[in-house]
């Protein structure tokens, strides 16, 4: 095991570098000049003399080697330099910004588990009938339907027609209730397709036949050997979205004034903010990979034949 995670987290290091040179390069050969974008934001004239000075301080003129080593040096440093928008560090805006993305990103993916499993599991052991009729409606709708339609569609019914919730903003849990419900249908139709395929499959395999004949008990069966084994790929799918949540709902978050990283990371494409740009994607290159290797470590201690097949496999 802990070798297994010593080479997990030594494949991050050139991953991440590799996030690091792909934003350089973008920026690089993008017509937006950093110096210029820093004075525009600033709301001064951009003078040769400016630009100039600007260029300067900012090392855009410094051999693009030396600019990519600065940029790495100062980003495993969590130093992303300060925000054209607000002259503020960019590390202490997104770390400000943070903890309503995950608020959020929290909050959905309970809700889509608390409802997915039962209804996934369900809808496997009672196949063809009312509930899985019911999920597979569920799961087709919230797969199609746009999320910011849903928004507004949430909002126009429950804010403006029932006046139940409020509209935008963050403050206490009635806030949450829309946006998690926008962002948790898709998440509920994908979990519960997932799982319902799942146990399908597994009750296929001869254990669940060997299991019934030693006389052991229909709901220990399901329970304890179908549902552990085959809520594996529910999992893997909870770690990327996850990581997706958490670098910024961007959408949602726009839909519903919510003031999250993501809502920060749009504003700084529009306002050509670099600094927070660069660490929008070196921060979504981390949690990527960190919710991945989270559920490759639960993946492991679920089922230990991962670790054995690692192994024939080299």
Same mark, same amino acid.
């Given at each position: 095991?802990?070798?297994?995670?010593?080479?997990?987290?030594?494949?991050?290091?050139?991953?991440?570098?590799?996030?690091?040179?792909?934003?350089?390069?973008?920026?690089?050969? +993008?017509?937006?000049?950093?110096?210029?974008?820093?004075?525009?934001?600033?709301?001064?004239?951009?003078?040769?003399?400016?630009?100039?000075?600007?260029?300067?301080?900012?090392?855009?003129?410094?051999?693009?080697?030396?600019?990519?080593?600065?940029?790495?040096? =100062?980003?495993?440093?969590?130093?992303?330099?300060?925000?054209?928008?607000?002259?503020?560090?960019?590390?202490?805006?997104?770390?400000? =910004?943070?903890?309503?993305?995950?608020?959020? *990103?929290?909050?959905?993916?309970?809700?889509?588990?608390?409802?997915?499993?039962?209804?996934?599991?369900?809808?496997?052991?009672?196949?063809?009938?009312?509930? !899985?009729?019911?999920?597979?409606?569920?799961?087709?709708?919230?797969?199609?339907?746009?999320?910011?339609?849903?928004?507004?569609?949430?909002?126009?019914?429950?804010?403006?027609?029932? !006046?139940?919730?409020?509209?935008?903003? =963050?403050?206490?849990?009635?806030?949450?209730?829309?946006?998690?419900?926008?962002?948790?249908?898709?998440?509920?139709?994908?979990?519960?397709?997932?799982?319902? *395929?799942?146990?399908?499959?597994?009750?296929?395999?001869?254990?669940?036949?060997?299991?019934?004949?030693?006389?052991?008990?229909?709901?220990?069966?399901?329970? =304890?050997?179908?549902?552990?084994?085959?809520?594996?790929?529910?999992?893997?799918?909870?770690?990327?979205?996850?990581?997706?949540?958490?670098?910024?709902?961007?959408?949602?978050?726009?839909?519903?004034?919510?003031?999250?990283?993501?809502?920060?990371?749009?504003?700084?494409?529009?306002?050509?903010?670099?600094?927070?740009?660069?660490?929008?994607?070196?921060? *979504?290159?981390?949690?990527?990979?960190?919710?991945?290797?989270?559920?490759?470590?639960?993946?492991?201690?679920?089922?230990?034949?991962? +670790?054995?097949?690692?192994?024939? !496999?080299?």
């Amino acid at each position: 095991m802990i070798s297994y995670i010593g080479r997990r987290l030594l494949a991050i290091v050139p991953i991440i570098l590799f996030a690091i040179l792909i934003t350089f390069v973008l920026i690089q050969v +993008s017509p937006v000049d950093p110096a210029e974008a820093y004075l525009t934001a600033a709301h001064i004239h951009p003078t040769e003399e400016l630009l100039a000075e600007k260029r300067h301080e900012f090392g855009l003129d410094q051999p693009l080697l030396v600019q990519y080593g600065r940029t790495v040096v =100062k980003m495993a440093q969590l130093d992303f330099g300060k925000s054209y928008m607000t002259n503020e560090p960019v590390w202490e805006d997104v770390v400000s =910004k943070m903890p309503a993305t995950v608020q959020l *990103a929290v909050s959905s993916i309970l809700f889509a588990m608390l409802v997915s499993i039962p209804l996934g599991f369900l809808s496997a052991i009672y196949k063809n009938s009312p509930i !899985d009729h019911f999920s597979r409606g569920l799961s087709y709708f919230g797969a199609s339907i746009p999320q910011f339609w849903l928004g507004y569609l949430l909002m126009f019914f429950f804010a403006v027609k029932l !006046d139940l919730l409020p509209v935008e903003g =963050k403050g206490s849990w009635e806030n949450l209730v829309l946006p998690t419900l926008t962002l948790s249908l898709a998440l509920i139709a994908i979990y519960t397709r997932l799982l319902r *395929a799942s146990v399908l499959e597994q009750l296929q395999e001869s254990y669940v036949l060997y299991a019934k004949t030693r006389g052991i008990k229909q709901r220990i069966i399901m329970v =304890k050997h179908v549902l552990k084994i085959a809520i594996s790929p529910v999992i893997t799918g909870l770690g990327m979205n996850f990581g997706k949540l958490l670098t910024g709902t961007i959408i949602v978050e726009q839909v519903f004034s919510w003031p999250g990283f993501g809502r920060y990371f749009v504003d700084a494409i529009f306002n050509r903010d670099i600094p927070v740009i660069q660490c929008y994607v070196f921060l *979504a290159a981390c949690l990527f990979i960190i919710c991945n290797l989270i559920v490759d470590l639960v993946q492991l201690y679920m089922d230990p034949r991962i +670790s054995l097949k690692g192994r024939t !496999d080299q």
